[in-house]
């Protein structure tokens, strides 16, 4: 994400610190293995706690909480 960043707002010549938002733009996959990654406890919040979470395919099921991750 950043180096499109980086890309996009020098080929557009804009101040790379007056960005609010990016977009990521990536080749879609079947992967056997998805996963998420939470920089903060999603449950408490702490920011001490990083927390990953992986299912098999593409990760919607364990997006939408219709599986439980594999640890």
Same mark, same amino acid.
């Given at each position: 994400?950043?180096?499109l960043?980086?890309?996009?707002t020098h080929?557009?010549?804009?101040?790379?610190?007056?960005?609010?938002?990016?977009v990521?733009?990536?080749?879609? %996959? *079947?992967p056997?293995?998805?996963?998420?990654?939470?920089?903060?406890?999603? #449950? +408490? !919040?702490?920011?001490? %706690? *990083?927390?990953?979470?992986?299912?098999?395919?593409?990760?919607?099921?364990? #997006? +939408? !909480?219709?599986?439980?991750?594999g640890?």
């Amino acid at each position: 994400m950043i180096l499109l960043e980086i890309a996009g707002t020098h080929y557009l010549q804009i101040e790379h610190e007056k960005v609010y938002m990016s977009v990521v733009i990536q080749k879609m %996959i *079947i992967p056997e293995v998805s996963g998420i990654m939470f920089t903060a406890d999603p #449950v +408490s !919040g702490n920011r001490g %706690i *990083i927390s990953i979470d992986a299912s098999y395919g593409l990760g919607e099921a364990l #997006v +939408s !909480g219709l599986v439980s991750p594999g640890y």
